[in-house]
């Protein structure tokens, strides 16, 4: 159930890992984002980020005008 009408695909209910290339730090953000060339429009791809990859991942996904918001991961759906 997506109660905050988010529209993002679950997070695993175990671990939650920061998405960042080689980190294995526990992620505390949910960065949505939205591919239009591969994803309907209401749709929202989630990478999970530490403290210290959020701002990395926010501008890789916003340079490609991808990036949607970012929660805390307490906000996202768990599968
Ligand atoms: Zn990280």
């Known amino acids: 159930m997506d109660v905050l009408g988010l529209g993002a695909d679950p997070v695993a209910d175990d671990a939650l890992v ?7 730090d526990e992620a505390h953000w ?3 984002w939205n591919n239009p060339k591969l994803h309907t429009p209401e749709r929202r791809k989630v990478w999970l980020a530490c403290s210290d990859h959020r701002d990395h991942l926010e501008r890789f996904l ?7 918001q970012t ?3 307490d906000e996202l759906e768990r599968a």
Do not use: D, P, Q
Request: charged share 20%; with cysteine.
């Open 18 to 24: 920061c998405s960042a290339k080689g980190c294995r």
């Open 30 to 32: 949910g960065l949505l």
């Open 62 to 68: 916003g340079a490609r005008g991808f990036w949607k």
């Open 71 to 73: 929660v805390g991961v």
